[in-house]
């Protein structure tokens, strides 16, 4: 991986603007989804499949490690810079790629004065052989093994190739190997030119997939966000244990030229890249026992395989059952039950779904359930969800059997995977300040000499110095420290407070936000998040930031913190005490929320979306004394003639 040094400034992290997500949807990010970011990650618009499946499970770490320790020149003393192992290990790769049955070229450009080469192995797809997807990898260093930088990234789409040029795929594929990374990008800007005129649908690029000593995560940078959710999608689906964070935008390596091109690009990186002791050293070699976690890198190529087998379409024979949902997924279940989710089950290659055998599988915080789908036709269902106290989380999976009695469950890791809703009739938005006016926050500062909190919209030095390059949601202004282009904070805290807000009749109130905090030594500066409900009097600890990458976003319940009522109040403060630290912090899309838990047509007892005779009869057969049922329209404790009155006045469909 590159270092760019632009405008006489250290860029670690390039115009990062974007929220950061683990395993999560993309788009809409209302509080259901911010609750359930663990087990949303599938209503992602999914890329998933068996077929996927089947090509990360012929992954191997013993072919991974071989490429690594006898084609790549990782050990301690090679080097792939300029030494003697670069060109070696050109000539590897493109013996590699033609043993694979790829169709092999070196593709030459200049880099001052001399001729360099990047190695493009091409497998041409069947019914779409002029759209291309590339994935690739520089195999060039920075005069040092690079073991992890980037012979990590370059085994990843060699051992892609070599599993991926078994079967026929319906998109031709491009597997690059790119030189002159370190540089500034050369072959990769080379590649762009030369390739200007091909239909690419999208690219990947793996710099730097082999370090890591506990995060357990990828991480993802790219413009395009539906890119970037399906490649965090098959991370999930595919790995076989990691979790991504989505950084935002980075440019360092080579997806960078193909998105200025306006090419669909996404980097594949570490989650541990500007923490790992090892980078453009020495010590960046397979020898060094704490470099290379051979484990993160098979389930990093794995997750690359998978996303490659869904994007080109490559045709790895399968026997499974599919589940689709025609109607998509629920963000909301009713609380009182009836939300009907459709499922339709077909077969894969030799299984044939067994008519009868849909399952919802549900946990409510206990254990889980199962309960029978309702059967429309034929291996098409309906998933019918029980009464769940409102605001409660429901998680759940379905599952049917083929003939012969095999059960497939979707996710197919069903439980550990799974989906979530939430039980509400919606969210309700009492307050949403983007902070394009003045809407009476103040800033109060102590003891600081720069880098006040400001509403502006960001300038600062573009992202340089770790300041925001714009603002979360992309509607203009966000309050942000230090907004000139060589300052940052110095001194503080800086304290940004919020106005009054009366939070009586919301009890279960979010409160969510997007923040920005930078911190280049990671020391013990940090963007304090705090309530009140004196009105300021006294304050309590909701989120203490020391690091971060990016805008991300935070949603709590205010009342796990203080009781709510009319002298709520935020306050975030953010500190660089003592000043010996570049430090930069931003706010932005402020929002207070709660769960509605009110019914939107409660005379429709039965839950069918229309009030008639069903519901009528279904009143009158609960008649008398009712503790809690959904016949009592009114919740006076009685089924009686005031809701048959209720159920004449909302006669029809329901709104």
């Known amino acids: 991986m590159c270092h760019f040094a632009l ?31 663990a087990v949303l990650w599938l209503s992602v618009p999914a890329v998933a499949s068996d077929e996927g499946l089947a090509a990360a499970d012929e992954v191997s770490q013993a072919i991974y490690y071989d490429l690594m320790d006898n084609w790549l020149y990782t050990h301690a003393g090679d080097n792939r810079g300029f030494g003697a192992e670069h060109d070696l290990a050109r000539d590897n790769i493109a013996f590699l790629m033609e043993g694979y049955g790829l169709t092999v070229t070196l593709e030459p450009f200049l880099y001052y004065g001399t001729t ?75 590649y762009v030119s030369d390739h200007s005129s091909d239909d690419i649908i999208a690219m990947v690029g793996a710099d730097m997939v082999a370090y890591d000593n506990g995060s357990n995560n990828a991480l993802l940078y790219a413009h395009d966000a539906p890119l970037k959710a399906e490649l965090g999608a098959a991370i999930v689906e595919y790995s076989n244990g990691l979790g991504y964070i989505d950084g935002g935008w980075n440019g360092q390596s080579d997806h960078r030229p193909f998105d200025e091109a306006g090419i669909p690009a996404c980097l594949l990186i570490e989650s541990q890249v500007w923490n790992n002791p090892y980078y453009h050293t020495q010590q960046d070699n397979m020898d060094n026992p704490d470099n290379i976690n051979w484990e993160f890198a098979e389930k990093m ?65 206990g254990e889980w359930q199962s309960i029978p789908m309702d059967e429309i036709t034929d291996n098409i269902y309906d998933a019918v969800f029980p009464a769940v106290d409102c605001t409660e989380e429901i998680l759940y999976y379905v599952s049917a059997e083929a003939v012969g009695g095999t059960v497939y469950t979707y996710p ?41 909190w400001e509403r502006a919209i960001p300038a600062g030095s573009g992202g340089d110095r770790g300041d925001p390059p714009n603002d979360y949601d992309g509607s203009g202004k966000c309050y942000v420290t230090g907004n000139g282009y060589d300052e940052d904070i110095d001194g503080g805290p800086t304290r940004l407070i919020s106005p009054t ?38 304050w309590v600890t909701m989120e203490n930031i020391v690091s971060g990458t990016g805008w991300q976003v935070a949603s709590l319940r205010v009342s796990d913190f203080v009781t709510p009522n009319d002298q709520i109040r935020f306050r975030f403060s953010a500190t660089d005490n003592p000043n010996d630290s570049v430090t930069e912090a931003g706010l932005d899309a402020f929002r207070i929320t709660f769960y509605d838990c009110q019914s939107p047509c409660p005379a429709d007892v039965n839950n069918s979306d229309v009030v008639d005779i069903d519901d009528l009869f279904q009143v009158l057969g609960a008649w008398g004394t009712c503790d809690d049922c959904p016949e009592d329209i009114n919740d006076d404790g009685l089924v009686d003639i005031d809701d048959i009155f209720e159920v004449l006045g909302n006669w029809g469909p329901c709104p």
Not at 16 to 25: G, N, Q
Not at 412 to 433: F, K, Q
Not at 510 to 536: M, P, Q, T
């Open 301 to 365: 190529t794995r997750s690359a395989v998978g996303w490659l087998v869904d994007k080109a379409v490559v045709h790895v024979p399968v026997n499974t059952l599919d589940f689709t949902f025609p109607d998509g997924l629920p963000e909301f279940i009713a609380p009182d039950g009836g939300t009907r989710l459709r499922v339709e089950v077909v077969g894969v290659g030799d299984e044939t779904p067994e008519p009868g055998t849909g399952l919802l599988h549900y946990n409510t915080g």
């Open 501 to 538: 807000f009366d939070l009586t009749d919301s009890p279960d109130a979010y409160v969510s936000y997007a923040r920005w905090f930078y911190n280049d030594d990671n020391d013990i500066d940090s963007l304090l998040c705090e309530v009140s409900n004196n009105n300021g009097s006294s």
């Open 412 to 452: 197919r890791n069903a439980p550990d995977a799974h989906y979530s809703a939430i039980a509400a009739y919606g969210e309700v938005v009492m307050l949403e300040d983007n902070f394009e006016t003045d809407t009476g926050w103040t800033v109060e500062n102590y003891n600081l000499d720069t880098g006040a």
């Open 7 to 37: 405008g006489g400034h250290s860029r670690e992290s390039e115009e990062v603007e974007d929220i950061t997500l683990i395993i999560k949807r993309a788009g809409k990010w209302g509080m259901a989804s911010l609750l359930a970011a």
């Open 116 to 190: 360099y080469y990047n190695v493009v192995g091409t497998k041409v797809g069947t019914l779409h052989p002029d759209q291309e997807v590339v994935i690739g990898g520089h195999y060039d260093s920075v005069d040092n093994p690079g073991a992890d930088d980037n012979a990590s990234g370059t085994a990843l789409v060699l051992e892609a190739a070599r599993i991926i040029c078994q079967y026929d795929s319906d998109y031709t594929i491009r597997f690059v190997a790119f030189d002159r990374e370190e540089q500034g990008l050369i072959g990769s800007y080379a």
